[in-house]
């Protein structure tokens, strides 16, 4: 079942141009995206047909192909979407209708770059209360705005994460009364981050081997591998996603099967950050003798703090890791 709200019109192709529905699919992105990054940055359809429904021509494909090549490579959004409407001109000012200027949200500033602070702080502040009345929709429609305004990474370490301490925090301040605020909250979370997830790609032969992410055995926290398991699909790398409470016989057994080029172990506490399994998985090899490989090991999360790496990684935030993560990979 997609995860993603209705479309704007029927979807189907016609003579006045691609249904946002029909281009949704093609990009690999939701119609809630396309419908945001018009708001935010101009990239809009040249028209509408009958005044209401969009109709993309292929002028607006190109702009929009355009600006997925650049977010999924690991730009910022607003950047992307200044080079794409600069490309669609033929490296021509944009007239006022097709430039990021257009509409701005009042309160936001209309230069291209980072998002003020202050505007990531409401946009937290606006999910937490969304989540505290319960509020499904415009909980789901916050997380996916802010994945389209700016970027995966950006969203989840500003947006998403202070929402949910947020959240705990009220939860571990008033005893129970806000667990299923929580529970809610997570829950769409993880919604929009599979819904971004993209379908790994057919294995190359001669590449190296995928991204392994699992949670240490008894960690149940799945959230953070799962916005990293996201980064990682925009940035196009092959990842085996284990999910909660891996057993060390079942890891052991995967990192052998499959020759992964690194191994992400999750631990949010301490009691579940299991450092013989580490050093294990980062001592075991694979391939011909005289060319053996072992993988690199990544330590996340809050468990591994004040432990030895010995020649493991442990990175501070997530676009750290999709860094040293796509490095890995290329080596």
């Not at 989540?131 to 969203?155: K, P, Y």
């Not at 949670?215 to 990293?228: I, K, M, S």
Request: proline share 9%; charged share 20%.
């Amino acid at each position: 079942m997609s995860a993603y709200p209705a479309t704007d019109g029927p979807d189907t192709d016609t003579d006045a141009g691609l249904t946002t529905g029909a281009l949704a699919r093609r990009l690999g992105v939701s119609p809630t995206t396309l419908r945001t990054w018009d708001r935010r940055y101009g990239l809009g359809p040249a028209r509408r047909a009958d005044g209401r429904h969009r109709r993309w021509t292929p002028r607006d494909v190109a702009t929009l192909e355009t600006m997925c090549r650049l977010t999924s490579s690991g730009v910022p959004p607003a950047e992307a979407a200044r080079a794409a409407l600069v490309t669609a001109a033929g490296d021509r000012p944009a007239p006022a209708r097709d430039s990021a200027a257009r509409e701005a949200p009042a309160g936001r500033s209309r230069a291209a770059g980072p998002p003020p602070p202050g505007d990531l702080r409401r946009e937290c502040r606006g999910l937490a209360r969304a989540a505290v009345r319960l509020d499904a929709a415009a909980v789901e429609d916050r997380l996916t705005d802010a994945v389209a305004a700016h970027g995966l990474a950006v969203a989840w370490q500003e947006v998403m994460v202070p929402a949910l301490h947020a959240v705990g925090r009220k939860w571990a301040s008033s005893g129970d009364r806000y667990v299923e605020v929580e529970h809610l909250l997570s829950w769409h979370v993880s919604t929009v981050l599979r819904g971004h997830t993209r379908r790994p790609r057919t294995p190359d032969a001669t590449a190296p081997g995928p991204v392994v992410l699992a949670c240490a055995p008894g960690e149940q926290h799945t959230l953070p591998l799962e916005a990293l398991n996201a980064g990682l699909g925009e940035l196009g790398l092959p990842t085996r996603m284990f999910g909660a409470a891996v057993p060390v016989e079942a890891l052991t057994a995967a990192v052998r099967r499959l020759g992964p080029a690194a191994v992400v172990l999750w631990a949010q506490a301490r009691s579940t950050a299991n450092l013989p399994l580490a050093q294990h998985v980062a001592a075991t090899e694979w391939g011909i003798r005289g060319a053996r490989r072992q993988p690199l090991v990544l330590l996340g999360g809050p468990g591994w703090a004040g432990r030895p790496a010995h020649g493991m990684v442990r990175p501070t935030a997530l676009r750290d890791a999709l860094d040293i993560l796509s490095g890995a990979h290329r080596g």
